[in-house]
Nanobody, 115 residues
Framework: QVQVVESGGGLVQPGGSLRLSCAAS????????MDWYRQAPGKQRELVAR???????NHADSVKGRFTISRDNAKNTVYLQMNSLKPEDTAVYYC?????????WGQGTQVTVSS
């Protein structure tokens, strides 16, 4: 069983920045595909960013140029740097670790963008 734990959420003003962290257990973290999802109230969960074991990244169009996913395999951690935050970025952010057909979700961390 892989444990996935997110941290770093909070309240930030529009235009501000936050960095989310996601720590995943396991000795083969470097082989996981790592995803960040978010779910706003009343909306479906959506994929925000993905990073492969090789370091290739994809970002949703809605966050491209503002958010950046990265990973530190030595720390078993993936990050989501969020800049120029907007009120519409308000959501619970979830991290997911994927290994083949298996996946593990974290409990989520709340991000609220409001003045």
């Amino acid at each position: 069983q892989v444990q996935v734990v997110e941290s770093g959420g909070g309240l930030v003003q529009p235009g501000g920045s936050l960095r989310l962290s996601c720590a995943a257990s396991g000795s083969i973290f470097n082989l996981y595909v790592m995803d960040w999802y978010r779910q706003a109230p009343g909306k479906q969960r959506e994929l925000v960013a993905r990073i492969t074991p090789g370091g290739s990244t994809n970002h949703a169009d809605s966050v491209k140029g503002r958010f950046t996913i990265s990973r530190d395999n030595a720390k078993n951690t993936v990050y989501l740097q969020m800049n120029s935050l907007k009120p519409e970025d308000t959501a619970v952010y979830y991290c997911k670790a994927v290994a083949g057909r298996l996946d593990w979700w974290g409990q989520g961390t709340q991000v609220t963008v409001s003045s």
